[in-house]
């Protein structure tokens, strides 16, 4: 893995940054001087933050079965990050974000085998039986679908991490990786919350070309740990979780222990109650025994 040199960081333009009135305060550590009323990104750590992300990121793909979701929903990135992320086989999300996407992922899961129903039926002969009203109602939802999600069809968990472009622009997906705890890598121009993310990467994130030798630099890292993974016999694929359990395992962990609470309250309740049922329900007297008469001689 190289990681990019300073001419060649300053010839993808990362050092430009948003005008100085847009600033956000928290990037105050990453700018280096103020020219024509233009915030200047400090190159030399753009390169350090830049090697931190990617020894991260190798890290988590080595692990058997983990996937890097790339977000890029700005005209300027997307095909950059289609291309970057296809080819290292990682699912990436570059029209518009579905909200919840992450938080409730059984949900998209379901949108995704509907559009698999949907090709087995023009592939079976169900849309021979269909009228062309119906077959094109179906197309059109095909369409759609494959146009949100056909990128993600294979993604059958959540991800392992999240990298997005545009921290101010993608803030839903990260709001969402942030309250599951996943791990977020981000480009942060001048005009966003560092803090908001993992690990930050200062830079231009209105450029293609600053994109670019990110994500390459970033992809270069992937496609070694996966490497690193093959050649250590230990990318055997997690088998598919259920719907509805992606969740963390902390998250999982925690839902069952309030169902156990929940269920041991009823359990009390029901057992006091028939206690005190019991207690107020008068007791039947004894039947008196009559004198037993003597046998007719």
């Not at 190798?58 to 700005?74: D, E, R, S, Y």
């Not at 509907?114 to 062309?132: E, L, P, V, Y």
Request: with cysteine.
């Amino acid at each position: 893995m190289q990681i990019p040199t300073f001419d060649q960081l300053l010839e993808a333009t990362c050092h430009f940054g948003h005008l100085k009135r847009k600033w956000n305060p928290a990037m105050a550590p990453y700018i280096f001087m103020e020219r024509n009323g233009i915030h200047i990104i400090d190159l030399y750590k753009t390169q350090a933050k830049l090697e931190d992300a990617a020894n991260a990121i190798k890290n988590i793909v080595k692990q058997p079965g983990k996937k890097v979701l790339f977000v890029a929903t700005k005209k300027q990135a997307k095909q950059v990050v289609a291309d970057r992320a296809t080819s290292v086989e990682m699912p990436f999300v570059i029209e518009r974000w579905p909200g919840g996407m992450l938080t409730n992922f059984p949900t998209i899961r379901k949108a995704v085998k509907k559009m698999a129903a949907i090709d087995k039926m023009s592939k079976d002969g169900t849309f021979d039986n269909m009228s062309k009203r119906e077959r094109l109602q179906i197309t059109r939802q095909r369409a759609k679908l494959e146009k949100n999600l056909g990128s993600i069809a294979e993604m059958n968990r959540l991800p392992a991490a999240l990298f997005v472009v545009d921290v101010m622009k993608e803030h839903i997906a990260v709001a969402e990786a942030n309250r599951l705890g996943i791990p977020v890598f981000a480009i942060v121009d001048t005009n966003s919350d560092p803090d908001s993310v993992d690990y930050a990467i200062p830079a231009n994130d209105d450029a293609s070309k600053s994109i670019d030798i990110i994500l390459a630099t970033l992809c270069e890292a992937i496609n070694e740990g996966i490497q690193e993974r093959k050649m250590a016999g230990i990318d055997e694929e997690e088998p598919e979780t259920p719907d509805g359990e992606e969740a963390p395992r902390r998250e999982r962990r925690r839902a069952r222990r309030r169902v156990s609470e929940a269920n041991a309250e009823v359990k009390a309740e029901d057992a006091q109650a028939e206690a005190t049922e019991a207690e107020a329900e008068p007791k039947a007297p004894e039947a008196e025994q009559e004198p037993e008469t003597p046998a007719a001689e």
